[in-house]
């Protein structure tokens, strides 16, 4: 008997909370608020089901109700993902060390 | 390109993912860790596109709809000021969940694409994964657009409540696990789009009865559910790199509302089931008109100038105020003239995590001169000035020695241990608990009546 796809994309999904769990522990206190945009970037790659939506079927049915709803939700993942990691560099850039006595 | 190189790759976006999130243990690796993260994301979209065979003219549209989205996003990113940020988080959270909304509903009518059978035949299990990924898409979509008023002080920032309150929430959570099950055994449409339409209700329903200063733990849970809401559509879709992103932004999420939490010495629930402060202030407003030492800025100025150390503890005050700015530049002056300054930030302090680090990072305060609260306690009892910009309940020491108090075992900074405080604060009324400061009335604190930003620029020019 073969094991169910399910069960290795289930197996992939409990290791990656566990990953997550230390990886994000051991984030310093002070980048806590970068932590929350980089993921809210990160967790916009959503957007490859919307291109999915967005390119299937054909010429004459580009606007089929499914399509439309693909092409928004690439609108709002890209908000997202560009949004999500500008800010988050623009943020990164600020945390700089105490400089050297000049 | 076959479907298992496709694979490959995902799984790479989703480990430079992972990498993006392990740069941000120290601010040296972290903007290394972006940039994994921004490769990480070109990957996934970049093969996505050239896994798909005949290039149809919807190709334009998407490239459209996402340039048209990048370039609003890459806007918002340059000209949001810092102060909020708070609010732009809860504003991402809600894009997420609304796009997850959307990708659940656009499987749902066309499951051909995605291989999950044909309409009114859909998988069972790919069903139940994209009903579940759909509702918690909506819930983390209008809870997210309320947080986000409640930040943006377009909608009150005090609890609202009702009664049976709960119940209809537990009622309408149950209502939607039922319609699922209903969904699975007749296909329906409708019950699909009840589903999501009571999730929307149900978002905000549950963000509603939660007050302003509580809303780090609001905004680090709805971090948590966008992540869920992404790995349920990750498991419909098959696709590696969204079910590793979403249990990542899942943990992390539930990890910062954890912290958050702890923070105020509060459970989750007692957070979430809301209605802090809101009956609190009734109950401890009765203050008797104890003295009170207030003083001016030259009065504030001489004190810090003749001190060898400062600790400046900032809170949500300063936030509002815009003062970080100011501060530095006090901090400047005063190191200047030989003392010793340093910042004491509170978990909790602000409305997100972080929140006060990101502000005095905009500054230019160096970020190893700004110290956590197990770091720096200590070392207030030696300590000649605190200076309290903002900041009120996590100073107050009725949480160490009152039982009866709401805040009771709340971790605070030790305040109070140094030789004098500087507290300023627009009038006595108190924090956001409800519950006055005892701090303020002691005899080596000194108030200082005033906007948080006027009356730090009164002080710099005292000090030169």
Known sequence: ?102 | MSVNLLAIFYLISGVLFILALRGLSSPETSRRGNLFGILGMIIAITVTFLSIENFSTGFIYVLIFLLAGGSIGAFIAYKIPMTAMPELVAGFHSLVGLAAVFVAISAFLNPQVFNLGSPGNIKVSSLIEMSIGAAVGAITFSGSVIAFLKLRGIMSGSPITFKGQHYINLLLGLTIIVLIFYLCRTQSDSIFWRIIEISFLLGLLLIIPIGGADMPVVISMLNSYSGWAAAGIGFTLENTALIITGALVGSSGAILSYIMCKGMNRSFFNVILGGFGATNSTLKNNKKTKPVKSGNAEDAAYLMKNASSVIIVPGYGMAVAQAQHVVREMADVLKKNGVKVTYAVHPVAGRMPGHMNVLLAEANVPYDEVFEQENINNDFASTDVAFVIGANDVTNPVAKTDPQSPIYGMPILDVEKSKSVLFVKRSLSPGYAGIDNELFYRDNTLMLFADAKKMTEEIVKNLN
């Not at chain 1, 932590?35 to 809210?40: A, G, I, K, R």
């Open chain 1, 1 to 102: 008997m073969e094991i169910d796809p399910f069960i290795f994309r289930f197996s992939i999904f409990i290791l990656s909370i566990f990953v997550g769990y230390y990886v994000v522990w051991s984030v310093t206190p002070s980048l806590h608020t970068p932590l929350m945009s980089v993921t809210n970037a990160i967790s916009s790659v959503i957007i490859v089901g919307a291109i999915i939506a967005g390119l299937s079927g054909d010429i004459k049915n580009i606007f089929e109700t499914s399509n439309i709803f693909g092409f928004l939700a690439i609108f709002l993942a890209a908000i997202n993902i560009f949004g999500g990691f500008l800010v988050t560099q623009r943020m990164l850039q600020m945390y700089k060390k105490k400089k050297k006595n000049k």
